[in-house]
């Protein structure tokens, strides 16, 4: 019997890699179910995505009608499920230690978004920095630009980005803002060892030093457990007055509360934000700072990279049914 | 020079007035809103001790240059101070009109999130064609930039320059077609003058691949307004990123109605640590002229 394969979410760049991908390997299955009840009485011995043997996952669309894939719906999928391939780098709304007790393996897409969640990521910093979404809300509003304050807008060049997570990301707008030059610290659970020289590296007992040498900090982990909250009130305030917030990894590692009220106390400069708490709800407080640039999780929105995002995502799947393992297994399953 | 307007201005600029005798002049465009520009009329005007205005900005299109030559009295501007803050504008357009985060905004602002964004119509900037017209200070700084991604840079200028290094390919105005039909983006970097008024004009535009953007840093009237409209109603152009416009502080309403157009009010310079290094410099070929008798940055019209 040929695998059957689940394709939650559109294939909306990336169609004839995908038949080439599967023809002759796999059926695949559109996930159709227009809410979460109908999901799960789907994946019942005899629904319609009994015996799957692997899933595509888009979140964003697919979570509007299934909601995440969290302990609840893992623990109710088919015992034929072997492997998740979650399209983008994040892979937060898949709850990893509910799959591993299945024995289910789940796959995300690095690389394939780095370039352009980073040119997100620089963009923000240079609106933030410059004060250029108010500018441009000034014009729209016929003000031209009567309530610019050049005193706080500042150039790159010369200044110091740090950067949360080194990661693919983050590593590409270290290359980015290289050719400003801006200064450029990072810290990360380990010191990366193929990071270039300019990138200097802070270890946790330095944290403390690198965020107060910051004009912006740029957050690039993973949202888990242990990152959830991680840019709270404590090291908001270690970063110095006038600092610049930079957001495109997940809204939840930052504690949006304390975000706000290093806004309202002029502690920190402006932000520059792609992604929050709880997309697609934006906290309407942000909407009354002058000084945030705010962006609709769009990092990763062209059509380049959402194709070689699912063609990264498809082939993790095709390579776990000929080899029995795709290439982005993600790091919690190799530890 | 505190005069309200330029009546008050003339009067003080007469024999016994506050500013007779004045041999030098500091400059800044702001003075406009007050006295207007330095035109034939008010050059004309200026006490005869008046040797040399420092002008605050790379752009002087607002002082009449054949005037102040006929009068004897020299012009600098300045140059390189403005490079990096206004190259780094010109680098925000780019990646907004191509990846439509302008609208992008409004949509969230809107409380739409991301509903009408097309990922469709957004692009990446590597790997694509960047078109400087005019490789001086800001165009050579953004193609530094740029070419980071990096994006291919291609350029027109009157002359090959010299010194650019290999990565900025040379067009001729023989070969100027070639260079609009490879560009992703075409970014303005001419100062205004009489040759270059409405020189991105419809012929150039249409020259341009459909989908291209066009970014304007420079001054609004280099870029027919009209044609650019056109172009963008008809959907020939897939974006533009604006910093300048024809008759600031006026923006065409039409414009706004453009999704895919990013719009900034000339804010090129406008920060605190570029202002401070255009009014040094503007002030430092003030000072060179009182000690040396001229000041560095003599705009090129006294150098041919």
Same mark, same amino acid.
């Given at each position: 019997?040929?695998?059957?394969?689940?394709?939650?979410?559109?294939?909306?760049?990336?169609?004839?890699?995908?038949?080439?991908?599967?023809?002759?390997?796999?059926?695949?299955?559109?996930?159709?179910?227009?809410?979460?009840?109908?999901?799960?009485?789907?994946?019942?011995?005899?629904?319609?995505?009994?015996?799957?043997?692997?899933?595509?996952?888009?979140?964003?669309?697919?979570?509007?009608?299934?909601?995440?894939?969290?302990?609840?719906?893992?623990?109710?999928?088919?015992?034929? $499920?072997?492997?998740?391939?979650?399209?983008?780098?994040?892979?937060?709304?898949?709850?990893?230690?509910?799959?591993?007790?299945?024995?289910?393996?789940?796959?995300?897409?690095?690389?394939?978004?780095?370039?352009?969640?980073?040119?997100?990521?620089?963009?923000?910093?240079?609106?933030?920095?410059?004060?250029?979404?108010?500018?441009?809300?000034?014009?729209?509003?016929?003000?031209?630009?009567?309530?610019?304050?050049?005193?706080?807008?500042?150039?790159?060049?010369?200044?110091?980005?740090?950067?949360?997570?080194?990661?693919?990301?983050?590593?590409?707008?270290?290359?980015?803002?290289?050719?400003?030059?801006? #200064?450029?610290?990072?810290?990360?659970?380990?010191?990366?060892?193929?990071?270039? &020289?300019?990138?200097?590296?802070?270890?946790?007992?330095?944290?403390?030093?690198?965020?107060?040498?910051?004009?912006?900090?740029?957050?690039?982990?993973?949202?888990?457990?242990?990152?959830?909250?991680?840019?709270?009130?404590?090291?908001?305030?270690?970063? #110095?007055?006038?600092?610049?917030?930079?957001?495109?990894? #997940?809204?939840?590692?930052?504690? &949006?509360?304390?975000?706000? #009220?290093?806004? &309202?106390?002029?502690?920190?400069?402006?932000?520059?934000?792609? $992604?929050?708490?709880?997309?697609?709800? $934006?906290?309407?407080?942000?909407?009354?700072?002058?000084?945030?640039?705010?962006?609709?999780?769009?990092?990763?929105?062209?059509?380049?990279?959402?194709?070689?995002?699912?063609?990264?995502?498809?082939?993790?799947?095709?390579?776990?049914?000929?080899?029995?393992?795709? &290439?982005?297994?993600?790091?919690?399953?190799?530890? | 020079?505190?005069?309200?307007?330029?009546?008050?201005? =003339?009067?003080?600029?007469?024999?016994?007035? *506050?500013?007779?005798?004045?041999?030098?002049?500091?400059?800044?465009?702001?003075?406009?809103?007050?006295?207007?520009?330095?035109?034939?009329?008010?050059?004309?005007?200026?006490?005869?001790?008046?040797?040399?205005?420092?002008?605050?900005?790379?752009?002087?299109?607002?002082?009449?240059?054949?005037?102040?030559?006929?009068?004897?009295?020299?012009?600098?501007?300045?140059?390189?101070?403005?490079?990096?803050?206004?190259?780094?504008?010109?680098?925000?357009?780019?990646?907004?009109?191509?990846?439509?985060?302008?609208?992008?905004?409004?949509?969230?602002?809107?409380? *739409?999130?991301?509903?009408?964004?097309?990922?469709?119509?957004?692009?990446?900037?590597?790997?694509?064609?960047?078109?400087?017209?005019?490789?001086?200070?800001?165009?050579?700084?953004?193609?530094?930039?740029?070419?980071?991604?990096?994006?291919?840079? +291609?350029?027109?200028?009157?002359?090959?320059?010299?010194?650019?290094?290999?990565?900025?390919?040379?067009?001729?105005?023989?070969?100027?077609?070639?260079?609009?039909?490879?560009?992703?983006?075409?970014?303005?970097? +001419?100062?205004? *003058?009489?040759?270059?008024?409405?020189?991105?004009?419809?012929?150039?535009?249409?020259?341009?691949?459909?989908?291209?953007?066009?970014?304007?840093?420079?001054?609004?009237? +280099?870029?027919?307004?009209?044609?650019?409209?056109?172009?963008?109603?008809?959907?020939?152009?897939?974006?533009?990123?604006?910093?300048?416009?024809?008759?600031?502080?006026?923006?065409?309403?039409?414009?706004?109605?453009?999704?895919?157009?990013?719009?900034?009010?000339?804010?090129?310079?406008?920060?605190?640590?570029?202002?401070?290094?255009?009014?040094?410099?503007?002030?430092?070929?003030?000072?060179? =002229?009182?000690?040396?008798?001229?000041?560095?940055?003599?705009?090129?019209?006294?150098?041919?």
């Amino acid at each position: 019997m040929v695998p059957r394969i689940l394709i939650c979410g559109d294939i909306e760049w990336a169609q004839k890699e995908c038949d080439d991908l599967f023809n002759g390997l796999a059926e695949l299955v559109h996930m159709d179910s227009p809410d979460r009840a109908d999901f799960l009485a789907n994946s019942r011995p005899g629904g319609k995505y009994d015996s799957i043997v692997g899933i595509y996952h888009r979140g964003g669309r697919t979570a509007a009608r299934i909601g995440d894939l969290n302990k609840e719906l893992i623990s109710q999928l088919p015992g034929s $499920v072997q492997w998740i391939a979650s399209l983008g780098a994040g892979y937060d709304q898949i709850d990893i230690d509910a799959c591993k007790e299945r024995g289910i393996r789940v796959s995300n897409t690095p690389k394939a978004g780095d370039d352009a969640t980073a040119t997100t990521a620089l963009y923000l910093i240079i609106s933030a920095l410059r004060l250029f979404s108010h500018a441009e809300r000034d014009l729209r509003a016929g003000k031209w630009k009567s309530s610019h304050n050049p005193g706080a807008a500042h150039d790159l060049t010369g200044r110091t980005l740090a950067i949360l997570g080194l990661g693919g990301i983050g590593l590409r707008l270290a290359e980015l803002v290289r050719a400003f030059p801006m #200064r450029v610290l990072y810290h990360n659970r380990r010191k990366v060892e193929h990071a270039p &020289e300019y990138c200097e590296y802070y270890p946790a007992e330095r944290l403390d030093e690198m965020l107060a040498s910051a004009d912006v900090l740029s957050v690039h982990v993973p949202l888990n457990r242990n990152t959830e909250g991680l840019v709270g009130e404590k090291m908001i305030r270690k970063l #110095r007055k006038g600092a610049v917030i930079v957001n495109t990894a #997940r809204g939840k590692v930052i504690d &949006e509360a304390a975000l706000i #009220r290093a806004l &309202e106390h002029g502690h920190l400069g402006a932000v520059g934000l792609d $992604v929050f708490p709880d997309e697609p709800k $934006v906290n309407p407080r942000l909407l009354d700072f002058p000084n945030a640039t705010l962006l609709p999780h769009v990092g990763g929105a062209t059509w380049e990279t959402l194709r070689n995002m699912e063609i990264r995502a498809l082939t993790n799947l095709r390579d776990f049914l000929t080899k029995g393992h795709g &290439e982005d297994l993600v790091p919690e399953f190799r530890e | 020079m505190d005069s309200p307007n330029r009546a008050d201005f =003339f009067a003080s600029l007469q024999p016994g007035g *506050k500013y007779d005798g004045i041999v030098g002049i500091y400059r800044h465009n702001i003075s406009a809103d007050h006295i207007g520009i330095f035109d034939k009329e008010l050059v004309s005007k200026l006490p005869s001790s008046v040797k040399w205005i420092a002008h605050n900005g790379a752009g002087y299109d607002q002082i009449d240059v054949v005037a102040c030559k006929e009068r004897g009295i020299f012009v600098s501007n300045t140059p390189g101070a403005v490079d990096d803050a206004t190259a780094t504008t010109a680098l925000y357009l780019v990646i907004s009109a191509l990846r439509l985060f302008s609208h992008a905004e409004r949509d969230l602002r809107a409380g *739409k999130w991301k509903s009408s964004h097309k990922p469709g119509a957004a692009h990446d900037l590597t790997g694509r064609t960047l078109a400087i017209l005019g490789l001086g200070g800001i165009g050579f700084r953004l193609a530094e930039l740029a070419h980071a991604f990096p994006m291919r840079i +291609v350029y027109h200028n009157r002359r090959k320059v010299e010194n650019a290094p290999e990565w900025c390919e040379y067009y001729p105005a023989e070969r100027l077609d070639e260079m609009l039909a490879s560009a992703d983006v075409l970014s303005v970097h +001419v100062p205004l *003058k009489k040759e270059t008024e409405g020189l991105v004009d419809e012929k150039i535009i249409r020259k341009l691949k459909k989908g291209a953007v066009i970014v304007n840093t420079a001054r609004g009237k +280099v870029i027919d307004e009209a044609a650019m409209i056109r172009a963008l109603e008809d959907g020939h152009l897939g974006g533009v990123g604006l910093d300048v416009y024809p008759d600031e502080p006026q923006v065409n309403p039409r414009l706004l109605e453009f999704p895919n157009a990013t719009l900034l009010p000339h804010m090129g310079t406008e920060t605190c640590d570029s202002q401070k290094k255009m009014e040094i410099r503007a002030l430092k070929n003030l000072r060179d =002229f009182l000690t040396k008798g001229k000041g560095e940055d003599l705009v090129p019209e006294y150098k041919q």
